[in-house]
């Protein structure tokens, strides 16, 4: 495998890579997001940045200065973190599961003057807005209360386009903040050469991620195994992406799958048991579309994988990593098995990810 960090070059914005590159080589008509039944293409995606980063820099926002963002997956999440990152701000996707008191710390460890929220979870940043000195302007998508700025009217009157800032490889890209398991949250900080390093060591390597694909992630955008799976792999190679703002309930996933039909779907052990519980899920739900299907973190058990692969037909990685490292690398995947409703035969390939073994299965194309 290459080494893809001995060719970046050293004028490098992330956010020129991954978005606008789409545009200036004729993709900008080729699907980028599905979301809640509206499509959005790489066209749509470079024209929603464009305006939120204009409309950063007219709230005073500067460069390596930090915006936090409390957001469902959304199409707003995607323009709201490309959009900072083009400026040479520095975008910092929160977990919305957290309590006020951790969106305190995480204000005024970051010094964020900016928080962009959904309007379900912006009360929280507002009980603790008093305590944090550095927020300045809480943007809302969705209906903004006294005090709070619409995200809508916010960039509706922006340009469309936007010269991306002089960055370098090596400048900070985004923050994400650890679990906090070892202490209090860490904010893990990763450079603009980061997701390209990952994307081609892990995406393009091991998932043979490619601009047909069509991605499906459990693992919201906020953690670094979501924000990979669901943004800036597709984003690297010109791929879609399905985004559900919704709780990962398993009739709920079983149902997107069905709907958007992916070819890549990622999810943890946890989530995959819980699928395999869901009643006549076979009969019910065409899972045909999926070609790889990852897990993250902890083992998952051998029936788990066996059953999964007999009614996808598809093949399971097992991806471990953290957000110190951006993204996962892939480490093993689950034992052969005959899949249910697909070619009988599979052949497995065998290759490196950075310094650890990885086994990737690939499943042949679906019998019909």
């Known amino acids: 495998m290459r080494n893809v960090g001995a060719v970046i070059p050293r004028d490098l914005n992330a956010a020129h890579w991954f978005v606008d590159r789409h545009v200036e080589e004729g993709r900008d008509d080729r699907l980028a997001i599905i979301h809640e039944g509206r499509h959005f293409t790489y066209g749509d995606v470079h024209a929603g940045v464009n305006r939120l980063g204009s409309a950063l820099r007219r709230l005073g926002v500067r460069r390596e200065q930090r915006v936090v963002l409390l957001l469902h997956d959304s199409p707003e999440f995607v323009w709201s973190f490309w959009g900072a990152l083009k400026i040479g701000a520095v975008p910092v996707p929160i977990n919305t599961l957290l309590k006020p008191r951790d969106y305190e710390y995480i204000l005024r460890d970051s010094r964020a003057a900016v928080v962009i929220a959904s309007e379900p979870l912006v009360a929280a940043i507002e009980e603790v807005r008093p305590r944090s000195p550095d927020l300045t302007h809480v943007v809302v998508a969705g209906r903004p209360a006294a005090g709070q700025l619409a995200y809508a009217e916010l960039v509706g009157a922006e340009s469309a386009e936007l010269q991306p800032a002089v960055t370098t490889k090596d400048d900070v890209a985004f923050w994400q903040y650890t679990s906090g398991t070892t202490g209090m949250p860490k904010a893990a900080v990763h450079l603009h050469h980061d997701m390209l390093v990952c994307c081609e060591a892990f995406g393009r390597h091991v998932l043979e991620i490619g601009p047909e694909d069509r991605t499906f992630s459990v693992a919201k955008l906020f953690f670094a195994y979501g924000l990979g799976n669901a943004l800036y792999f597709p ?76 009614s996808s037909g598809s093949r399971f990685s097992t991806a471990s990593g953290q957000p110190r490292c951006a993204t996962p690398s892939s480490r093993t995947a689950a034992a052969r098995c005959a899949p249910a409703r697909a070619a009988p035969w599979c052949r497995a ?3 490196s990810s950075w310094t650890t073994r990885a086994t990737k299965w690939r499943s042949a194309r679906w019998a019909t």
Request: charged share 30%; proline share 9%.
């Open 349 to 351: 390939t065998r290759r």
């Open 235 to 310: 984003f690297h190679v010109g791929a879609s992406t399905v985004l559900y703002p919704g709780r990962p309930e398993p009739a709920k996933v079983f149902e997107v799958i069905t709907r958007e039909r992916p070819t890549l779907f990622y999810a943890v052990p946890t989530a995959y048991a819980a699928m395999l519980q869901v009643p006549d899920a076979e009969r019910l739900y065409d899972l045909r579309s999926v070609r790889v299907c990852t897990r993250r973190e902890s083992r998952c058990p051998r029936r788990s994988t066996s059953a999964g692969s007999r």
